[in-house]
């Protein structure tokens, strides 16, 4: 008796786990297929964004280039504009890079020091040129071609 109790549990144990696999196939099974419809739903308004995204683009540089009356300036008006547009963030984690590097990390060490200072000077330079060039270049287009 003591034996069919033992098998009991044995033969208990085997349906168990080939129950728990097949729930985990079929679980699997679902997730994927939901993950696959949702990965179509997003997908789909994926590329509507992108889509929106480049028309908008598109229209804005063709608003440049009727504005300065001419593809080539409209183009390079159009670039400007988004160095000038980009550049500030990007300068702004340089700057504080720099300063990490000269008040943080340059307390112990002064050739890091004279790096964060290297470093902050550089890309203030740099937001300075990036800010003022567009201006620079619309000051030529109107006032130098004539």
């Known amino acids: 008796m003591l ?8 033969k208990m144990k085997k349906v168990l786990l080939i129950v728990t696999i097949f729930v985990i196939i079929i679980g699997t099974f679902l997730i994927a297929s939901n993950a696959y419809a949702a990965e179509q739903v997003i997908d789909e308004e994926t ?9 908008n683009a598109a229209r804005s540089l063709q608003d440049y280039q009727d504005k300065y009356g001419s593809d080539v300036y409209g183009l390079v008006a159009y670039i ?8 500030i ?3 702004f984690l340089g700057i ?15 050739d890091t020091l004279e790096k964060g ?12 040129i990036c800010q003022i060039l567009p201006l620079a270049f619309a000051v030529f287009v109107k006032f130098g071609r004539g």
């Not at 590329?47 to 028309?55: F, M, N």
């Not at 400007?80 to 550049?87: E, W």
């Not at 000269?102 to 002064?110: D, E, F, N, P, T």
Request: a positive charge.
């Open 3 to 10: 034996k069919d109790f033992r098998k009991g549990p044995k």
């Open 47 to 55: 590329e509507s964004k992108i889509v929106e995204i480049k028309d």
């Open 80 to 87: 400007l504009n988004l160095v000038r547009i980009y550049s």
């Open 89 to 91: 963030p990007l300068c």
């Open 96 to 110: 504080a890079i720099g300063a990490i590097h000269q008040y943080v990390i340059g307390i112990r060490k002064l």
């Open 117 to 128: 200072m290297a470093l902050i000077v550089t890309f203030v330079t740099i937001l300075i």
